[in-house]
Nanobody, 126 residues
Framework: QVQLVESGGGLVQAGGSLRLSCAAS????????MGWFRQAPGKERESVAA????????YYADSVKGRFAISRDNAKNTVYLQMNSLKPEDTAVYYC???????????????????WGKGTLVTVSS
């Protein structure tokens, strides 16, 4: 069984930064493509960023491109999401997700995901 635990969410003013972390345990982390999704109140869950198992491929939603950066440390079984220049529309619950065995060629979709974290809330005030 895989456990994914997010941390780093909180309240930040517009223009500020946060770094989310996702600690993985259980099944081999280094073989999984990892992604971050978010879900704002009343909206569908959307894919924000994804990174291949080795870290060489990264994909971003257009809405966050140039502001967010995904990275991973396989030695620490952790994936990160650095969020800069935050906007009120970035307010959402952010979820870490794992997709085992995929060669990453695009952003992950919800239907790709094998394991989800429980989420961490990010609130950006104007």
């Amino acid at each position: 069984q895989v456990q994914l635990v997010e941390s780093g969410g909180g309240l930040v003013q517009a223009g500020g930064s946060l770094r989310l972390s996702c600690a993985a345990s259980g099944r081999t982390f280094s073989s999984a493509a990892m992604g971050w999704f978010r879900q704002a109140p009343g909206k569908e869950r959307e894919s924000v960023a994804a990174i291949s198992w080795g870290g060489s491929s990264r994909y971003y939603a257009d809405s966050v491109k140039g502001r967010f950066a995904i990275s991973r440390d396989n030695a620490k079984n952790t994936v990160y999401l650095q969020m800069n220049s935050l906007k009120p529309e970035d307010t959402a619950v952010y979820y870490c997700a794992a997709d085992h065995g995929r060669v990453l060629l695009r952003l992950l979709r919800s239907s790709d995901i094998d394991h989800w974290g429980k989420g961490t809330l990010v609130t950006v005030s104007s």
